[in-house]
């Protein structure tokens, strides 16, 4: 049985940086009103239906997302993780939320997007917002701590019994596997028979600086993937989705 989980975007809430970078109050919601038709017919700006620009902050927001969700067959959420070293984190307030409401019956995971923030999306790549910084062993046992009441709740996906934790960009993170490894043997400390990793959308081919060391599955993006990469029994492609063990990730 596929088991379909969708990729989720935490940003639909305003905080302090956001507040700062963007403007008092900015959410996704923002962007989305902002938008113009580009052509006879063209909807847009997209409006949600009864005009529900909901905040992610408000409790009753996913009441509503995860009773949507199990109506239309969705089983999981994954949720993007915003973490920059040294305890700073972005976006972690419904995630928190999330953990500490055991009423959502409802399974997730989390994807780490370890990108540096900067205006690109405006424009202006080289205006940093917010450096990521990998730092050293004891940053990623900081970054673990933080994450095992995540992995230890009964809602947390598993794969063989072992908490999915996702990597959005390995290529941009050369010690990556010294962090699986010590994860791993730290989850395994933790009671946990260990973690399960993937990556997201990784470049692969032979000069690939990506190995399959400590990766148990690749997330691959089309329609670029499909007959132009090696094939590998650790990858399932889809038209679409991507597919990990009897999950399929959207």
Same mark, same amino acid.
């Given at each position: 049985?596929?088991?379909?989980?969708?990729?989720? @975007?935490?940003?639909?809430?305003?905080?302090?940086?956001?507040?700062?970078?963007?403007?008092?109050?900015?959410?996704?919601?923002?962007?989305?009103?902002?938008?113009?038709?580009?052509?006879?017919?063209?909807?847009?700006?997209?409006?949600?239906?009864?005009?529900?620009?909901?905040?992610?902050?408000?409790?009753?927001?996913?009441?509503?997302?995860?009773?949507?969700?199990?109506?239309?067959?969705?089983?999981?959420?994954?949720?993007?993780?915003?973490?920059?070293?040294?305890?700073?984190?972005?976006?972690?307030?419904?995630?928190?939320?999330?953990?500490?409401?055991?009423?959502?019956?409802?399974?997730?995971?989390?994807?780490?997007?370890?990108?540096?923030?900067?205006?690109?999306?405006?424009?202006? &790549?080289?205006?940093? $917002?917010?450096?990521?910084? %990998?730092?050293?062993?004891?940053?990623?046992?900081?970054?673990?701590?933080?994450?095992?009441?995540?992995?230890?709740?009964?809602?947390?996906?598993?794969?063989?019994?072992?908490?999915?934790?996702? $990597?959005?960009?390995? &290529?941009?993170?050369? &010690? %990556? &596997?010294?962090?699986?490894? @010590?994860?791993?043997?730290?989850?395994?400390?933790?009671?946990?028979?260990? @973690?399960?990793?993937?990556?997201?959308?990784?470049?692969?081919?032979?000069?690939?600086?990506?190995?399959?060391?400590?990766?148990?599955?690749?997330?691959?993006?089309?329609?670029?993937?499909?007959?132009?990469?090696?094939?590998?029994?650790?990858?399932?492609?889809?038209?679409?989705?991507?597919?990990?063990?009897?999950?399929?990730?959207?």
């Amino acid at each position: 049985m596929i088991k379909t989980i969708a990729f989720y @975007l935490p940003q639909f809430h305003s905080f302090p940086e956001n507040d700062k970078w963007w403007g008092k109050g900015f959410t996704e919601w923002t962007n989305t009103k902002k938008t113009v038709p580009q052509y006879r017919g063209h909807y847009e700006p997209r409006v949600p239906l009864n005009e529900y620009y909901y905040n992610l902050l408000d409790p009753k927001t996913f009441k509503w997302q995860v009773s949507l969700a199990k109506k239309y067959g969705v089983y999981g959420f994954c949720f993007y993780h915003y973490w920059f070293g040294e305890d700073k984190k972005l976006m972690y307030k419904p995630l928190e939320n999330y953990l500490d409401d055991k009423s959502l019956d409802f399974p997730f995971c989390l994807s780490w997007a370890n990108e540096t923030w900067s205006r690109r999306w405006n424009g202006s &790549e080289q205006d940093i $917002l917010i450096k990521q910084d %990998y730092g050293n062993k004891d940053s990623w046992t900081k970054h673990f701590n933080y994450l095992l009441p995540f992995f230890k709740d009964s809602r947390y996906i598993t794969v063989d019994n072992k908490p999915l934790f996702v $990597l959005y960009k390995p &290529e941009i993170f050369p &010690e %990556y &596997e010294q962090m699986f490894s @010590l994860w791993n043997k730290l989850a395994k400390q933790a009671g946990l028979s260990g @973690l399960s990793f993937a990556i997201q959308g990784a470049v692969w081919n032979n000069q690939s600086d990506v190995d399959d060391h400590m990766i148990d599955y690749r997330i691959m993006y089309e329609p670029g993937f499909t007959g132009t990469q090696p094939r590998s029994k650790k990858v399932f492609v889809l038209a679409s989705p991507h597919t990990i063990g009897n999950y399929v990730l959207f």
